[in-house]
Each structure stands twice: as structure tokens, then as C-alpha cells.
Nanobody, 124 residues
Framework: QVQLVESGGGLVQAGGSLRLSCTASAGIFSINDMNWYRQAPGKQRELVATITSGGSSSYAALLKGRFTISRDSAKNSVYLQMSSLQVEDTAVYYC??????????????????WGKGTLVTVSP
């Protein structure tokens, strides 16, 4: 069973930086798009950034320039470097990915997986 495990969240003052990490484990054949989402208290989950298997990235318009997504395909990992953090960035950040896995019969179709999230709290 594939697991996406996030790390790197925590408490930071406004203007500070954090780097989130997410690693996919167990029986990975290939990973297509990897994404970061976030969900602030009382709000809907929103897409933060996407990076393709080829390394092309895209961002939510309001976050571009402050956040940088990257990946290490050899480690099945994706990262989110966040800088100039604002109180409004406080949220649970979720890793999401489209993954094909090995199983006894061969290779699965692409399936979408979510991590459990890591909390980022930005204080004034």
C-alpha cells in the first residue's frame, strides 16, 4: 500500500521560511504529477503547486514567487520551499501524487494518493 508521508511543518513567524518534504513509499513503479495542496481552517482545500515528472512546475497565482516546488525522482520525493510566509499561509499542507505501483500481477494503472498532512502555523 502506497504511503505519502509529509514532514517539515511547524510554527514560524511571519516573514520566515519552511521547507516541506513528502516521500512516497512501497512498491513504486512510477510517479507522474506531484502536488501540494493546503487547507486553512474553515476553508476548502486548494491547490498550491504542481510538478510534473519532467520537472515542469506551476503555482497558484497568489503564491508564485514565494513558494517553490521541486522533486527528487530517485527518492520518490517532492518538496515545497516556502518563504516570506504570511499569517494567511497557516494551513494543513497535503502531498498528493499520481502513482503506478508494482503488484503481483504486474503494474497498476495510475492512482491518486494523499498524505495525511502537515500543519504549518504562521504567527504574526
Amino acid at each position: 500500500q502506497v504511503q505519502l508521508v509529509e514532514s517539515g511543518g511547524g510554527l514560524v513567524q511571519a516573514g520566515g521560511s519552511l521547507r516541506l518534504s513528502c516521500t512516497a513509499s512501497a512498491g513504486i513503479f512510477s510517479i507522474n504529477d506531484m502536488n501540494w495542496y493546503r487547507q486553512a481552517p474553515g476553508k476548502q482545500r486548494e491547490l498550491v503547486a504542481t510538478i510534473t515528472s519532467g520537472g515542469s512546475s506551476s503555482y497558484a497565482a497568489l503564491l508564485k514567487g514565494r513558494f517553490t516546488i521541486s522533486r527528487d525522482s530517485a527518492k520518490n520525493s517532492v518538496y515545497l520551499q516556502m518563504s516570506s510566509l504570511q499569517v494567511e499561509d497557516t494551513a494543513v499542507y497535503y502531498c498528493n501524487a499520481d502513482i503506478r505501483t508494482f503488484y503481483s500481477g504486474g503494474v497498476s494503472r495510475v492512482m491518486n494518493y494523499w498524505g495525511k498532512g502537515t500543519l504549518v502555523t504562521v504567527s504574526p
